[in-house]
Structure formats: C-alpha cells, structure tokens
C-alpha cells in the first residue's frame, strides 16, 4: 500500500507542476536547398514566427540540403505523413499534373509583376490539387528569372545543339530537347559537382542558384535571358494540420502569408545582388535577338502543348496574365 501511495503523490505531484504548462508540438520539414539559399533562410524565419505565434504549442524542425528526404521524394513523404511539412519546386509535379508545367514555359512571364499576375490565376487550381492530396498550401515564392550557363559562347540555338544541359523537371527537359540540347537531371545541390564531373556541361538556372554555387568556377557565360521564374511551395500534410489546436493553426496561416510577402521581396533583392556578382565574376551577357526569337517559339509550342494538357482551365490560369 505504500508503494503505492508513494505512486500517487508523484503523480498528482507531476500534474501539479504540468499545469498550465503549454502543450508542444514538433514538426520536422524536409527541403532541397542548402541553409544558404535565400528560400532556406525564409523558411528559418517562418518557423520562428510559427513558434512565436502559436505561444510555443508547434515547434518546427528544419532538415535542408534533401538530408531528410530527396527533392522528388518530398510531395510524397508530405502526402503520406512521414514528414508534417515539406518544400518542392512547383514545376517537379508536371508530371502529376499538367498545371505545374506552366511555371516552366519560356518567356510566359517578363518579370515580378506578370508573375504574380500568372500566380493568381494558378493559386486556386494548386490549392484544389493538393487538397486532393491530403496536404496544404502554405506559401510560395519565386525564383529570380532564369538564365543559360555556358561554357562556350551561345549567339543562335544551333549553338546548344547536343550540349549536355544541366535540367531539373519534366518541363525543363522538354525544352532542352526542343533546342536540340542532351536533358541531364541535376539537383541544385549537385551541380558544381556534375559539371566538374562532365555530366554537364551548361545549365539554365536562376542567378541565385548560380551565385550560390560560384558558377564562374565551372562555367564562362552567363545569358541573363529571364526565361521564366519557377515558384518553391511549402505545403502541410492536412491530418498533422487539424491535429493543430486553432491557435496552433492560425499561427501556421499567418507567418505563411508573411513568409510569401517577405520571401517576393527577398526575391528581387537576391536577383540584382546575385546578377551584380555574376557581372563581375563571369562573361555576362544579353541573349542575341535571334536566340530571344528562337526560345520564344519554342516557349510557344510548349504552351500549346500545356493548354491542350490542362484543358479549359488554361485560359483560367492565364486570364490575370491578358
């Protein structure tokens, strides 16, 4: 009988000093870009404003640099709850659904401003799919423009003629090929790597990526074409979500937005600081008028190719953009 008083003293005794003690949850967030990249540094800063928000009730555990999960490999961990939250690079789902190759069709927007034009006609459509998922939008936020890393001089498309190009989705592959250029697959991560290694030889990726990784070491131009700007998400599986309390959800939505706003301006900041810094290190240059002309017809193939896939939602997604 003792012992078991003793028992119940320390127990009541525990309940004592947990009381009014706040509940905390841990979240663990898989992501592909490295601590340096400006998405990563975002993200850091959205989950101190979740932790904040939320009185400390949902605590989030960041794992970049693909050390928890590989970046194809994230939607599903996400989906399937082996992870609460998760980042992927929008265009990577074109082969689940043809709404995400739009963020990959050459010259469909010229700058921030038509492209958040263009995310405001896709929003509703990438909501509705990942609420088909089992998962949620949380934000999202573009890449500077993206421009060719060469290491020879590129004055019309004939020059990228079975140049093996450095490329990181479905979309990204089917224009190479239309430049008649050889697709490699290469993570952000991987990249000074693969051109060290001869896997590639050239790539299309932003100025921030390029800069990140000292491009000037592996590759001499730099055409600062503005192609197109891919948009990261970062998105919750929907179960972990309403496992929230409301507080703790709440605080999930609102650092969400501020991340977005935040994350559009540290965009346009990291674009000139990063195209600056690629000026001086690099051969830099303007696409000539014909390869500008070139990649526009093929940007418009694909977008044929894109709205027959889509279907009537195409004109949908593109009406902000008329």
């Known amino acids: 009988m003792r012992t078991s008083y003793k028992n119940l003293l320390a127990a009541a005794t525990m309940a ?18 490295p601590e340096a990249e400006f998405h990563t540094r975002n993200i850091q800063q959205f989950v101190a404003d979740v932790e904040k928000l939320s009185g400390g009730e949902l605590k989030i555990t960041v794992h970049s640099a693909q050390s928890l999960f590989k ?20 265009a990577n789902l074109s082969n689940q659904n043809p709404i995400f ?21 896709q929003r509703p459509f990438v909501e509705a799919y990942l609420k088909d998922q089992g998962m949620r939008l949380v934000y999202t936020v573009p890449w500077p423009g993206q421009g060719f890393y060469t290491k020879n001089e590129i004055n019309s498309i004939a020059d990228m003629a079975g140049i093996k190009f450095r490329t990181y989705n479905s979309t990204t592959e089917k224009m190479v090929s239309l430049m008649k ?28 990526t390029g800069a990140r990784t000292e491009a000037w070491t592996f590759s001499n131009y730099y055409y600062d074409t503005q192609a197109w700007m891919p948009k990261n998400m970062i998105y919750v599986n929907e179960a972990a979500f309403k496992r929230l309390s409301p507080k703790a959800q709440q605080a999930v939505i609102d650092a969400g937005k501020t991340a977005e706003t935040r994350g559009w301006k540290m965009s346009e900041e990291v674009f000139t600081e990063t195209t600056n810094i690629l000026k001086s290190k690099m051969k830099y240059r303007q696409p000539s008028e014909q390869l500008t002309k070139a990649l526009a017809q093929i940007g418009d193939v694909m977008s044929v190719t894109w709205a027959e896939a889509v279907g009537p939602n195409a004109e949908k997604i593109l009406a902000p953009l008329r």
């Open 71 to 90: 970046h194809p490999e994230i939607p599903r961990a996400v989906r399937s709850g082996q992870v609460e939250i998760g980042e992927t690079l929008m």
């Open 181 to 208: 250029g050889v697709p490699t697959t290469v993570e952000a991560v991987e990249i000074p790597q693969a051109f060290s290694a001869g896997i590639v030889d050239a790539m299309v990726t932003s100025a921030a």
């Open 101 to 121: 190759q739009v963020d990959a069709i050459p010259f469909l927007v010229t700058g921030y401003d038509s492209a958040k034009k263009l995310w405001q006609g």
């Open 16 to 33: 004592t000093l947990s009381f009014g003690a706040v509940a905390q949850t841990t979240w663990n967030m898989a992501t592909p870009y």
